[in-house]
């Protein structure tokens, strides 16, 4: 497995929280956040060239096996975040997702990891990053 130390993937994905994902403070909801990096996850793989979607289409599931997060300060209802999103390492059998969501005022609010694994959805062997998807985070792996 190749590390390219300085270069990476790294997208942004901005949404608007939705007063159904907060609690009775007006705090988005804990639970909520998983589902707003995921939107960003998807985001990350259209933006290179291939949809999830796709992905699963090609009989590759991606389940997550490790979710980390320490959230800094609340996102509140109605603020407009942005997720950044980044892959610092070429894949092998997993992937790793690191994201960071800012507010609307730029403040880093929450800093989370999550890492997913290659699954062959026909076998349910744990299997390596498909060549196309490969080729596809190669072509976009940026300083």
Not at 48 to 76: C, F, H, T
Not at 107 to 132: G, H, Q, R
Request: aromatic fraction near 14%.
């Amino acid at each position: 497995m190749n590390i390219l130390p300085s270069k990476m993937i790294h997208t942004k994905h901005s949404l608007r929280v939705r007063y159904g994902e907060t609690d009775p403070m007006k705090y988005v909801y804990y639970g909520n956040y998983a589902q707003y990096f995921e939107i960003a996850r998807v985001e990350l793989f259209r933006s290179i060239g291939m949809s999830y979607n796709e992905i699963e289409n090609q009989g590759i599931w991606l389940p997550v096996s490790d979710y980390k997060i320490k959230y800094l300060r609340p996102a509140l209802y109605d603020q407009k975040l942005e997720i950044h999103t980044y892959v610092k390492k070429i894949p092998g059998v997993k992937i790793e997702f690191e994201y960071e969501i800012y507010n609307e005022d730029g403040i880093k609010i929450t800093e989370a990891s999550t890492t997913l694994f290659f699954l062959d959805a026909k076998t349910n062997k744990i299997i390596k990053c498909p060549d196309y998807l490969m080729k596809l985070i190669e072509e976009n792996w940026v300083e």
